[in-house]
């Protein structure tokens, strides 16, 4: 059964930093282009950043540029976003993602992936 696992969310105040995780169990993440997502209340769902199955390459939105970092530990099975400077503009529930067409590059476009976590929530405020 392919699963993945977001955590690492919670509370922090403007200039903070949290790490959130996604643990996939069922399939080998290094296989799969995998993507971070989020959705604020009200708002439509963006990708945030996302890694190449094929070679690594990373790629990220705009507001995340320069301030959140997306890694992958293979012997862990997990894909990891580092987010620091968190702005009150990064609350948000953040999704994790699993793509299966790994000759493509991965994408910040959330139809392009199969398989997602349930979320966990990020609160930025003072």
């Known amino acids: 059964q392919v699963q993945l696992v977001e955590s690492g969310g919670g509370l922090v105040q403007p200039g903070g930093s949290l790490r959130l995780s996604c643990a996939a169990s069922?399939?080998?993440?290094?296989?799969?282009?995998i993507g971070w997502f989020r959705q604020a209340p009200g708002k439509e769902r963006e990708g945030v950043s996302c890694?190449?199955?094929?070679?690594?390459?990373?790629y990220y939105a705009d507001s995340a540029k320069g301030r959140f970092t997306i890694s992958r530990d293979s012997a862990r099975n997990t894909v990891y976003l580092q987010m620091n400077s968190l702005k009150p503009e990064d609350t948000a529930v953040y999704y994790c993602?699993?793509?299966?067409?790994?000759?493509?590059?991965?994408?910040?476009?959330?139809?392009?992936?199969?398989?997602w976590g349930q979320g966990t929530q990020v609160t930025v405020s003072s």
């Open positions: 890694i190449s199955s094929r070679d690594g390459s990373r």
């Open positions: 069922g399939f080998t993440m290094d296989y799969y282009n």
């Open positions: 993602a699993s793509d299966e067409d790994i000759w493509l590059q991965c994408s910040l476009i959330g139809t392009k992936y199969e398989n």
